[in-house]
């Protein structure tokens, strides 16, 4: 029986097809990416995190309603010098 919200996940967790099962859904396994490159773009992923929480310790915001502007300049500063570093290297 074809189920009308099929699930697609990446393989990793051994839970996600048992419960798809229990739910009745339709679990297929996809990946777009080797093991190599999931791993290196989630590794780049994570450093943006941690970097992007750095600075939010360095820098608080201390306004109300803050829409992160400040975050979103810095990130755009950082990829700007990290491509110019890229290139030159």
Not at 18 to 25: N, S, V
Request: proline letters at 3%; one cysteine or more; aromatic letters at 14%.
């Amino acid at each position: 029986m074809e189920s009308m919200y099929p699930v697609s996940t990446d393989g990793e967790r051994t839970w996600y097809p048992m419960a798809c099962q229990f739910l009745r859904l339709d679990h297929h396994v996809h990946s777009f990416f080797a093991k190599e490159e999931k791993s290196r773009i989630e590794s780049t992923i994570q450093y943006i995190k941690d970097r992007t929480e750095s600075f939010d310790d360095y820098f608080p915001c201390r306004k109300k309603s803050c829409k992160l502007k400040h975050v979103r300049k810095w990130l755009n500063l950082y990829v700007t010098y990290h491509n110019k570093e890229m290139i030159n290297a």
